[in-house]
């Protein structure tokens, strides 16, 4: 689950991680009273939306009097946000962060993060603050300096001082520096966060070492432990069709293409996605049904998948491992009639039962493709695309 970084921040600062003064406005009168309470002759407007990339898309801006905090307040709230993130159809802005101006000395980067191939989590900095941290391992990736932590023992004070060290602090950032790490772990680790990521961190002429910005994402699997956080999720910022989903527990996320994806496993999905590009097709979507696939949620699969406009052929790919290929067959069937699927749809099945299964999608009296392995399945939907 994402929140908007006014949200994220205000965690932080309860694990005492340090954070500009700011407030939340979701009008240009909220605006303007959050700049006159923070006091100062310059702050910083910022757009609220769940993507990155929001100042290069002209969603951050300086104000140096009142008049320009309202100015700028009335042109973000309401515009379309495109970033690099977004997509080209952008995010409308509903909400604002207005900030007090900081003293910028130095710009950097540090995450949190899981890191699965070696089982811990790993904490990252770079001197390479502001831009993209993925740019900067595909270009330089030697300016990124990690530390695993141990579980046991979560992240040590001689981690956090020689991880400060190679961001070249000195003095009072230096200490800084170790504490806001410190902090920033606890945060991440107390939160049951999947990611907490700080670009730019900043220091200050006066020492100090501020997350300007704040990107933090939870772990959904851990947040019946957080019941509080809840309350920050933005429907808003989320794809309609993914939380019709999620009320079906079922896995999906929207892509592109124009081939509806319904796969059984996260990994057999991600290949069934891999072998349309390759047999020259582009995959519309990403939805795992699950290891227990029946008639209510293949029906639901299909209604989400119909639901994007651009899919134009799908292709159902089940392993019946848990579940019986020929349960899938009979779910398949039912829910093509009740949902009245008018487009192709390819079919293959494998596993427990798959003979039984072909004999009831031939008998269905509906015109299925049946595919005898994944390569068939994808050349066999990419052709109905082009028919």
């Known amino acids: 689950m994402k929140i908007h970084e006014y949200q994220g921040k205000e965690i932080l600062r309860k694990f005492n991680v340090a954070i500009p003064q700011g407030g939340v406005a979701f009008s240009s009168d909220e605006a303007v009273a959050a700049a006159k309470r923070l006091g100062g002759n310059v702050w910083v407007v910022k757009a609220q939306i769940h993507a990155g990339g929001r100042g290069k898309g002209g969603g951050v801006k300086v104000a140096k009097s009142i008049e320009e905090v309202r100015s700028l307040a009335a042109q973000f709230l309401g515009m379309r946000l495109v970033t690099h993130q977004t997509g080209p159809e952008g995010r409308i802005v509903k909400r604002l962060l207005v900030e007090q101006g900081i003293n910028i000395a130095k710009e950097m980067y540090v995450g949190v993060t899981l890191d699965r191939t070696t089982a811990m989590n790993v904490v990252m900095v770079s001197t390479e603050g502001g831009v993209e941290i993925e740019k900067v391992a595909a270009e330089s990736p030697e300016k990124i300096v990690k530390a695993h932590v141990a579980p046991s023992v979560g992240l040590q004070r001689f981690q956090a001082r020689s991880l400060v060290f190679s961001l070249g602090l000195t003095g009072e950032a230096f ?19 999947s990611l907490a990521e700080i670009n730019p961190l900043v220091v200050t002429k006066e020492g100090n070492v501020l997350a300007l910005d704040a990107k933090i994402n939870f772990d959904d699997n851990a947040l019946y ?18 939380i019709e989903a999620s009320k079906s527990n079922l896995s999906y996320i929207k892509l592109d293409g124009n081939v509806g994806c319904m796969v059984n496993g996260a990994g057999l999905a991600m290949a069934t996605m ?69 487009i192709p749809i390819v079919i293959r099945l494998a596993g427990t039962n798959a003979d039984l299964a072909a004999e009831i999608l031939k008998n269905s009296g509906m015109s299925f493709l049946v595919a005898g392995n994944l390569k ?11 028919a």
């Open 376 to 386: 068939d399945a994808a050349e066999k939907v990419t052709n109905a695309l082009a």
């Open 175 to 193: 200490k800084n520096g170790v504490k806001f790490l410190l902090a920033l772990y606890k945060a991440y680790e107390s939160t049951d966060a």
């Open 225 to 242: 432990r957080h019941p509080e956080f809840a309350e920050l999720r933005d429907l808003n910022e989320e794809e309609p069709l993914e």
């Open 274 to 342: 891999d072998i349309i590009k390759l047999a020259g097709g582009e995959p519309a979507n990403f939805l795992d049904v699950g290891g227990g696939a029946n008639a209510q949620t293949v029906e639901s699969g299909f209604k989400i998948i119909l639901a994007d406009k651009n899919v134009k052929a799908i292709l159902i790919n089940i392993f019946g491992g848990i579940v019986r290929c020929d349960r899938v067959a009979t779910g398949v069937v039912e829910a093509a009639k009740k949902v009245e699927v008018k």
